[in-house]
């Protein structure tokens, strides 16, 4: 009983790993000196996402490299987090740091792309955001600038949250071009008008 159990265990955690997109940003040989002589490894930052708006970083060590990809695969996946998106862009313009790393993260107008490179590019896509403006400032180290922009994205806020915490209508707190489209949807005639 108890192996069937596990089978079908193992079986649902395979069919989770399929669903979710994981990336490699960042493989770096460290070193760890002992006394005779320095014993090397290989530090790997993996970004794993479900393209709906879960993400979640892992780090992992190893003295291979597979080792270590899978450590940090299996990190990232508990420590997922839900972020707040709009549509295919981030609700507003948000500042995530981390250690030396600053990244700016703005919404973009449909169509604009993502607009960011390295570890910002990879979290990113990975969380399920497709128009983004982005900019990384300080530290360039790639682990630093990943942690930053999810540390920028969980700053987001739904526009009904930002609404209900500024006592605002919620269409002012969409992006101008949600506004605009919304305002054309109504001001179009209807068929019974005709």
Request: net charge positive; proline share 4%; charged share 35%.
């Given at each position: 009983?108890?192996?069937?159990?596990?089978?079908?265990?193992?079986?649902?955690?395979?069919?989770?790993?399929?669903?979710?997109?994981?990336?490699?940003?960042?493989?770096?040989?460290?070193?760890?000196?002992?006394?005779?002589?320095?014993?090397?490894?290989?530090?790997?930052?993996?970004?794993?996402?479900?393209?709906?708006?879960?993400?979640?970083?892992?780090?992992?060590?190893?003295?291979?490299?597979?080792?270590s990809?899978?450590?940090?695969?299996?990190?990232?996946?508990?420590?997922?987090?839900?972020?707040?998106l709009?549509?295919?862009?981030?609700?507003?313009?948000?500042?995530?740091?981390?250690?030396?790393?600053?990244?700016?993260?703005?919404?973009?107008?449909?169509?604009?792309?993502?607009?960011?490179?390295?570890?910002?590019?990879?979290?990113?896509?990975?969380?399920?955001?497709?128009?983004?403006?982005?900019?990384?400032?300080g530290?360039?180290?790639?682990?630093?600038?990943?942690?930053?922009?999810?540390?920028?994205?969980?700053?987001?806020?739904?526009?009904?949250?930002?609404?209900?915490?500024?006592?605002?209508?919620?269409?002012?707190?969409?992006?101008?071009?949600?506004?605009?489209?919304?305002?054309?949807?109504?001001?179009?005639?209807?068929?019974?008008?005709?």
């Amino acid at each position: 009983m108890a192996d069937k159990r596990e089978r079908r265990d193992r079986r649902d955690r395979d069919e989770e790993r399929e669903e979710l997109d994981e990336r490699v940003v960042d493989i770096t040989r460290v070193a760890k000196v002992i006394k005779g002589g320095r014993r090397f490894a290989f530090r790997t930052v993996v970004i794993v996402g479900d393209n709906k708006g879960r993400i979640g970083i892992g780090v992992g060590k190893s003295r291979a490299v597979p080792d270590s990809i899978r450590k940090g695969s299996d990190r990232a996946r508990r420590r997922m987090t839900k972020v707040s998106l709009s549509g295919s862009t981030v609700p507003h313009e948000a500042t995530g740091r981390w250690g030396g790393a600053r990244v700016l993260v703005k919404p973009a107008a449909p169509g604009t792309g993502v607009i960011a490179a390295g570890g910002v590019r990879a979290v990113l896509e990975a969380v399920g955001v497709h128009d983004v403006l982005t900019k990384s400032q300080g530290s360039p180290n790639l682990l630093n600038v990943a942690m930053a922009t999810i540390d920028a994205l969980k700053q987001m806020r739904s526009a009904e949250e930002l609404a209900a915490m500024r006592g605002k209508p919620v269409d002012q707190m969409r992006p101008f071009w949600e506004r605009a489209a919304r305002q054309a949807a109504s001001a179009a005639p209807t068929e019974e008008a005709k």
